[in-house]
T-cell receptor
Framework: GAVVSQHPSWVICKSGTSVKIECRSLDFQATTMFWYRQFPKQSLMLMATSNEGSKATYEQGVEKDKFLINHASLTLSTLTVTSAHPEDSSFYIC?????????????FGPGTRLTVL | GNSVTQMEGPVTLSEEAFLTINCTYTATGYPSLFWYVQYPGEGLQLLLKATKADDKGSNKGFEATYRKETTSFHLEKGSVQVSDSAVYFCALSDPWQGGKLIFGQGTELSVKP
């Protein structure tokens, strides 16, 4: 299957700083990328959907000014957590798809664990 | 709105036991249904899928049948192995909503030798 990488795999930062997480599709062009958040022993919650070259579409309740998403190329999307606080500590997972319909499979990255002190 | 409900875990089984993880869904349209597996320390992997009613998805000995009449997509395996220990997520995707996946809460499976 297609491979999606995330970097870094884990990050610890101080409260008030910003953290950037990268999501790359290594062997296919990702028209659409998704960003999820997963709390311990809970499900994945979709944060936003980004299509290459367009502004991201955020789910209800997700602050777009706090979670900045950029999808500048067909192989790279970034999530920047601005002015991070301890409550932003979580496991962030991206996925990538080569299409925009529900028939296109999503391929998931391994996730990034963010800890905000 | 669309939603997915799956049985709570953790589920603990002995090796070679029969596995069933229940999953039911609510959807306004005709969704595609998926099971994903997350092994410890790894990302989600697609285990199997079904895109229309009565379809059966299967992979690695796991099976699930898309039952529209009962809005269910239960995951089954006849004989589990220790290596099947993982968290299993049921999910749906409405093809007309840009491929967004809606996940159930996940069921942790632990298989003992």
């Amino acid at each position: 299957g297609a491979v999606v990488s995330q970097h870094p795999s884990w990050v610890i930062c101080k409260s008030g700083t910003s953290v950037k997480i990268e999501c790359r599709s290594l062997d296919f062009q990702a028209t659409t990328m998704f960003w999820y958040r997963q709390f311990p022993k809970q499900s994945l919650m979709l944060m936003a959907t980004s299509n290459e070259g367009s502004k991201a579409t955020y789910e209800q309740g997700v602050e777009k000014d706090k979670f900045l998403i950029n999808h500048a190329s067909l192989t790279l999307s970034t999530l920047t957590v601005t002015s991070a606080h301890p409550e932003d500590s979580s496991f962030y997972i991206c996925s990538a798809s080569s299409g925009t319909s529900g028939y296109n499979e999503q391929f998931f990255g391994p996730g990034t664990r963010l800890t905000v002190l | 709105g669309n939603s997915v409900t799956q049985m709570e875990g953790p589920v603990t089984l002995s090796e070679e036991a029969f596995l069933t993880i229940n999953c039911t869904y609510t959807a306004t349209g005709y969704p595609s249904l998926f099971w994903y597996v997350q092994y410890p320390g790894e990302g989600l992997q697609l285990l199997l899928k079904a895109t229309k009613a009565d379809d059966k998805g299967s992979n690695k000995g796991f099976e699930a049948t898309y039952r529209k009449e009962t809005t269910s997509f239960h995951l089954e395996k006849g004989s589990v192995q220790v290596s099947d220990s993982a968290v299993y997520f049921c999910a749906l995707s409405d093809p007309w909503q840009g491929g967004k996946l809606i996940f159930g809460q996940g069921t942790e499976l632990s298989v003992k030798p």
